[in-house]
């Protein structure tokens, strides 16, 4: 089942300056499985909120296939939604909680009792927690709780599936096992789906495809191999992975840090200065640089299998993190000849411009 | 040898001062020396033997001091059992009104946003601070003879003052926030999102109501149902006002005590007088009972007074 939200407005109770939601559209297709990704404020929730028609935006419309859900009930529009806090039914039993689903349906739409405890058992099966369907929520660990949530939103066979921070109070080792796990179960059941993330890495490795917003706006969509290597936006860039920001000027369609031309291609057309994101590993150390331009190291720390560098770019261009090798002998206060290798370049004012 | 002295004093005094702290302490940080210890215990004891178990031993000790058939007869009297039968009735009328109300102001407060939300918290806890006398009088102002809607309703046959109604419109009044206070708390804490999931997996309002925030609630529920009975039956300052004390007719247990009392009937008045204690004894065996399955629950976090 295909999603899709037109125009989505929503303004705050109080109503502050700034909408939560600003005119977000967003199409997530049948089976797909898209990442609200944004720091917090963004109004990722309340978009996957408003698609699970737990809240109601102020202008704009949501479809589900062809279907106008805008004036749906949350019961009306069969969605499966896991909070963060997993939110189970503290005063049933694991078994009970995803029965509840089936259970509370008009009679004649409920299936059998024998019926419904098959589907349990299929789906504690499913989330691989078969043999706990006595147990309360309280005696499961944070991951296991998780899976109950999902299973019990399995359970009604939803159209989609919404997913609120699914692994956010988790930590990190268990995050990583659940992350694989839910990408398999996707696999398998090809539920289309939704979820929201603060976090970079989920988004980019779990979803095929990521929704990066800001300030109510979706600043670009995209697979995660576009979003990281072609952001779309200056936010976009300094958001996703490890980036830092160098002043620079553009003339004539190249790049320029203090008259020295950096070997970038830039695109023609306006001039002026602004800001070119470069990665860790986009500026290479050591070399002879066609160009002279020379930084000075400010610190050196051991980062897992690479060094880090911290390297201070002459003409108050500012300061970078960049992968340094480990073989070179380097020290603090030395300076260095740098070369670009990449680098994305965004006049001041304005999005991409490279 | 005095040069020594004078040097190693100040480190046998400390030495000296970390062996006292260490013989004192040993477990926490926080422990007080035995002394002191059995003092205040000492003193609590005995404070709370002379104000709370003395008179309710005496309460026991006068309603029987003329044997158990004097104490039976006191209690078989017409008067008596139409005070023990109007108390009932009271409390059968105002509590379930009252958990209604309470369940009902605490569900909007603890899940829905509103402009005047914490003017409606204030106005929950009005009844705890007026005088209850104060709110018996409001009645009487509001419904009684002189009053305001007094004659209005007098021409339509109705009698609030000085009848029964006005006994349980009084207690309602002061037993209006037991139990909207017990659930605020513990309502807020839960949040809503429990409701959004049975919501989400196709449960009606209702159903979600009775199915999921009916049983996390019910512990506190219960709680706040004993103390907005005992209350309501223990009742003496608002209704008093409103009563007029027409015997056999809108005497209460606890008017009933007083009259009795003022007669000099001091066996009778000791022996209703014991009913209000054993049902303050029941209340508070049952909330004990029922924080131990709050603390199986959730936190006890949420007690109020």
């Known amino acids: ?354 | 040898m005095t040069e020594t002295i004078a040097q190693w004093a100040p480190e046998t005094a400390e030495s000296v001062w970390t062996r006292i702290s260490r013989s004192r302490g040993r477990g926490a940080a926080t422990g007080e020396s035995p002394l002191l210890a059995g003092v205040l215990i000492a003193v609590s004891l005995i404070f709370l033997a002379l104000f709370l178990i003395l008179p309710l031993a005496v309460v026991f000790y006068e309603a029987f001091a003329k044997g158990a058939l004097a104490y039976l007869a006191a209690l078989a009297e017409p008067d008596a059992q139409s005070a023990i039968r109007l108390t009932l009735l009271v409390a059968a009328i105002a509590v379930p009104l009252n958990v209604v109300f309470g369940l009902a102001a605490a569900w909007a407060i603890a899940k829905f946003r509103f402009p005047a939300k914490s003017f409606l918290i204030t106005l929950i806890d009005l009844p705890f601070s007026v005088s209850p006398v104060v709110a018996g009088l409001i009645y009487v102002l509001l419904f009684g003879a002189q009053g305001l809607l007094g004659p209005w309703l007098k021409a339509h046959g109705l009698e609030i003052i000085f009848a029964v109604p006005g006994i349980v419109l009084a207690t309602i009044f002061v037993t209006f926030p037991f139990v909207a206070r017990e659930l605020i708390a513990l309502m807020e804490d839960q949040g809503t999102s429990e409701e959004e999931v049975a919501l989400s997996l196709g449960a009606s309002g209702l159903a979600t109501f009775f199915r999921v925030t009916l049983p996390n609630v019910k512990w506190a529920l219960l709680y706040g149902v004993l103390l907005c009975n005992a209350r309501a039956m223990g009742e003496f300052g608002a209704v008093s006002v409103v009563s007029g004390h027409i015997r056999g007719l809108t005497n209460t247990m606890p008017l009933q005590v007083e009259i009795l009392y003022n007669e000099y009937n001091i066996t009778a008045a000791f022996a209703v007088a014991s009913l209000l204690a054993l049902l303050a004894l029941v209340t508070l065996a049952a909330k004990s009972l029922l924080e131990g399955r709050f603390k199986d629950g959730h936190s006890a976090k949420t007690r109020g007074h």
């Open chain 1, 1 to 354: 089942m295909q999603i899709r939200t037109v125009d989505i407005t929503k303004n705050f109770v109080g109503g502050s300056a700034r909408p939560v939601l600003d005119g977000v559209s967003l199409e997530v297709g049948s089976g797909e499985l898209v990442a609200l990704l944004g720091p917090s404020g963004s109004g990722k929730t309340t978009l996957l909120r408003i698609i699970a028609g737990l809240e109601f935006p102020d202008s704009g419309s949501v479809y589900f296939g062809d279907e106008d859900a805008s004036q749906k009930s949350v019961q009306e529009r069969r969605v499966g939604f896991v909070f963060q806090n997993y939110a189970l039914f503290k005063n049933l039993t694991v078994g009970e909680n995803i029965a509840f689903g089936l259970d509370v349906r008009g009679r004649e739409l409920r299936p059998p009792k024998a019926e419904i405890r098959r589907r349990t058992l299929e789906l504690l099966d499913l989330v691989q927690l078969s043999g706990l369907e006595k147990r309360r929520p309280g005696q499961l660990s944070g991951g296991q709780r998780q899976r109950v949530a999902l299973a019990r939103a399995l359970a009604v066979e939803p159209r989609v599936l919404l997913l609120d921070e699914p692994f956010g109070a988790l930590d990190a080792k268990v995050r990583r096992d659940l992350r694989a796990w839910l990408r398999e179960l996707h696999q398998q059941t090809g539920h289309t789906t939704t979820f929201v993330t603060h976090d970079q890495d989920e988004a980019l490795e779990l979803a095929d495809r990521v929704a990066v917003l800001n300030g109510g706006r979706i600043e670009q969509i995209g697979s995660p191999d576009d979003i990281y290597d072609h952001p779309a936006t200056p936010f976009v860039h300094g958001f996703i992975g490890e980036a830092s920001a160098l002043r620079a000027d553009l003339r004539g369609g190249r790049i320029f840090i203090g008259g020295h031309e950096l070997a970038l291609p830039g695109k023609s057309g306006r001039n002026g200065s602004g800001r070119l994101f470069v990665r860790p590993h986009d500026i290479a150390i050591g070399e002879a640089a066609a160009n002279g331009l020379e930084a000075e190291i400010v610190a050196l720390r051991r980062s897992g299998a690479t060094r880090r560098a911290e390297i201070a770019v002459p003409f108050e261009a500012g300061r970078v993190e960049i992968d340094a090798p480990t073989s070179a002998n380097l020290r603090p206060g030395e300076k260095v000849p740098i070369r670009f290798l990449r680098g994305t370049f965004f006049l001041d004012g304005e999005s991409a411009a490279a």
